[in-house]
Nanobody, 123 residues
Framework: EVQLQASGGGLVQPGGSLRLSCAAS????????IAWFRQAPGKEREGVSC????????WYGDSVQGRFTISSDNAKNTAYLQMNILKPEDTVVYYC????????????????WGQGTQVTVSS
C-alpha cells in the first residue's frame, strides 16, 4: 500500500521558517514526480512546487518563488519543502502528492496524496 505522510506544519511568526516533510512508503520516490499543493477552505487547490529527480526539474508557483525550496532525499524516501520568509497568506493546509512521471509538471494527474499538514503564520 502506497502512503505519503506529510508533517512539519505548525504555528510560526511572519518572516519565520518551517520545513515540511513528505515521507513515502510503498513506493520509491526515485522516478516519481513529487509536488506540494495547498488549499484554503472554500478556495481552489493551488500548486506550490514540484520536483522530478529523473530530469532534475523543479517548479514553483509565483506566490512562493524565491521563498520556498523543494528537495527530495532518495535515501530517506522523503521529499521536503523548506519555507522561508513566511507570510500570513501562507496560512493553509499543505498536501504532498506523487505520480510516476519523469518530469515536473504541477498540472495533470496525481495518483497519491498525503493527508495534509496545517501551516499557520501569525504573530
Amino acid at each position: 500500500e502506497v502512503q505519503l505522510q506529510a508533517s512539519g506544519g505548525g504555528l510560526v511568526q511572519p518572516g519565520g521558517s518551517l520545513r515540511l516533510s513528505c515521507a513515502a512508503s510503498g513506493l520509491t520516490l526515485d522516478g516519481y514526480s513529487i509536488a506540494w499543493f495547498r488549499q484554503a477552505p472554500g478556495k481552489e487547490r493551488e500548486g506550490v512546487s514540484c520536483i522530478s529527480k529523473s530530469d532534475g526539474s523543479t517548479w514553483y508557483g509565483d506566490s512562493v518563488q524565491g521563498r520556498f525550496t523543494i528537495s527530495s532525499d532518495n535515501a530517506k524516501n522523503t521529499a521536503y519543502l523548506q519555507m522561508n520568509i513566511l507570510k500570513p497568506e501562507d496560512t493553509v493546509v499543505y498536501y504532498c502528492a506523487a505520480v510516476w512521471r519523469h518530469y515536473c509538471s504541477i498540472y495533470g494527474r496525481w495518483d497519491y496524496w498525503g493527508q495534509g499538514t496545517q501551516v499557520t503564520v501569525s504573530s
